[in-house]
T-cell receptor, first 114, second 113 residues
Framework: KAGVTQTPRYLIKTRGQQVTLSCSPI?????VSWYQQTPGQGLQFLFE???????NKGNFPGRFSGRQFSNSRSEMNVSTLELGDSALYLC?????????????FGQGTRLTVV | AQSVTQLGSHVSVSEGALVLLRCNYS??????LFWYVQYPNQGLQLLLK??????LVKGINGFEAEFKKSETSFHLTKPSAHMSDAAEYFC???????????FGKGTRLHILP
């Protein structure tokens, strides 16, 4: 069974640009969550999608947005990039069925804003 | 709102010694609790989780954790550290299966030869 796949693995963008990151969840998983990981702040929750609907949202500005497609694949978009957006962006998928709440993580996309 | 506090951003133990990583949580309802491990340049991998039932939870790689409601704690232990245990460990909490998972800031475990 394939794991969570995030593309691309590495990305360098210029301040002011926009970027789209992709996440393919494990087959059968309908929940996809996004996290930003930085050395100073640790893992911060961005948002969660379940069956194409945003179900939870963290405390990030509106420049951060996402969506989920009917096949459960998800994309995250950051517009007007700032230097502080440089981070490892992690995607996690889960079934959210019954007590099975385990989240499976991808390897992440490392975004560098210059 | 739920939150997680991990005591110690860095912990060093000798190979073969006891590993103890501390985690305290706050939650307004019975929590779901997790420990994840992250190796360099990798995503997070689940070590163990507590949802309901037995409060002592055994996970992979010889790790275990005990849910103590009275102390709002979920400390991670391993009787004998191995060099391969060197990684960053994250404690996490969720209020129910539909709620987001909130992570602590992580503890980097160093194993001394």
């Amino acid at each position: 069974k394939a794991g969570v796949t995030q593309t691309p693995r590495y990305l360098i963008k210029t301040r002011g640009q926009q970027v789209t990151l992709s996440c393919s969840p494990i087959s059968g998983h309908r929940s996809v969550s996004w996290y930003q990981q930085t050395p100073g702040q640790g893992l911060q929750f961005l948002f969660e999608y379940f069956s194409e609907t945003q179900r939870n949202k963290g405390n990030f500005p509106g420049r951060f947005s996402g969506r989920q497609f009917s096949n459960s694949r998800s994309e995250m978009n950051v517009s007007t990039l700032e230097l502080g957006d440089s981070a490892l962006y992690l995607c996690a998928s889960s079934t959210k069925q019954g007590l099975n709440t385990e989240a499976f993580f991808g390897q992440g996309t490392r975004l560098t804003v210059v | 709102a739920q939150s997680v506090t991990q005591l110690g951003s860095h912990v060093s133990v000798s190979e073969g010694a006891l590993v103890l990583l501390r985690c305290n949580y706050s939650s307004s309802v019975p929590p779901y609790l997790f420990w994840y491990v992250q190796y360099p340049n990798q995503g997070l991998q689940l070590l163990l989780k507590y949802t309901t039932g037995a409060t002592l939870v055994k996970g992979i790689n010889g790790f275990e954790a005990e849910f103590k409601k009275s102390e709002t704690s979920f400390h991670l232990t391993k009787p004998s550290a191995h060099m391969s245990d060197a990684a960053e460990y994250f404690c996490a909490v969720s209020q129910n299966r539909d709620d987001k998972i909130i992570f602590g800031k992580g503890t980097r475990l160093h194993i001394l030869p």
